[in-house]
């Protein structure tokens, strides 16, 4: 059922007539980026799981991500997945830069795709922010003699309770579009089916990006046109080389803080990652430097909303949605073609299939899972 053609004739109250004549909620309704379709819109954001080892996924990611595909997600995004080893938030943190990494990716990719479930990649840079030990270990950065390694960043200007980073040289800069392509390129054998550029959170292309962390004098920093050339030499350069394979940029639409990275100059990249090749805007926030953040329910919405009517790319909202009605009415919004959960599917990993029960659709569930299906509303 959830792979009829999607008809257009959307109603706000009705939800979205498919071509069998069933009437879905939008966000169960399917959606198509160039040629690749998602069988929803209920999608799953990356989280970092810090279970790899040199770089390469194991049985962990396997269960982690094949759980939601099992849970009936439209999209799985894996986690931030570093083009260096460098890259890499913490040791335990997945890579793409090596055969290795491809082979044990695919594991995972295929497993997905026998779901009936896209899956995405993150490709990353950790930045100012790398070289950490696993969230649950008893000291916070690693040793050179623990597998850690001398991080970099536009400026040598650490985040607060990390080291100073190293600033990039003008050749490194130069460097960085050919290390997301190649790993793009790897990331597309894997199996993927989104590639999903990781310029949020404070890592390497947030840092460029804020006038927080980038101090450069030089063609990657001061105006926005600097401080936004290595993200859009990076999408450019991913573009080149992944075809048709849809492309998501994640952005922080503002650092939450007084003369840093804001929302206007959000709305203003999202411009020319259009104009790039770029087919939507993971819309997060945050991250860059210590701020406080009003948190609530939906609270980074808005911001998609903004980017997406002004800049006229598709958007996908995240942040602190946990219910099937939540997401539908984010959906109201054209921009805004599908919402990410982490935490909620964290919880929960058939958290897709729990949202369409609460709308009342229909949804295709798995056979082994049948026996668990609620009783239909009403
Ligand atoms: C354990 C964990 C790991 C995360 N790792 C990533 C990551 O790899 N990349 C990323 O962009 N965001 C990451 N995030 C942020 C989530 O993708 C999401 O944006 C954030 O948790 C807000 O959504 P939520 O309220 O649905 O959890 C992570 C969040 C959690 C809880």
Redesign the pocket.
Known sequence: MLNMVFEKNLSRTMGVHLSSGVTMSRLFSPLTIRSTTFSNRAWI????QYSAIDGVVGQWHLVHLGGFAIGGAGLVMA??TAVTPEGRISIGCPGLWNDEQVDAWRTVTDFVHSQGTKVGV?LAHAGRKASTMLPWSDHPMAGLDEGGWETVGPSAIPFPGYPTPRALTLDECLELPRQFAEAALRAIDAGFDVLEI?A??GYLLHEFLSPLSNHRDDAYGGSFENRSRLLVAVAVAVRAVCGETPLFV?ISATDWSEGGWGIDEAVQLAVLLREVGVDLIDT?SGGNVPASIPVGPGYQVPFAQRIGEESGIATSA????TSGEQAEAIMDDQHVVAV?????A?RNPHWPLQAAHELGDAVEWRPQLERGRWAPKG
């Open positions: 954001s990356p989280m970092c986690e931030a993150q990781h949020a959170h994640r997060s995240v942040g602190m949605i990410m959960v982490a935490r909620a964290m």
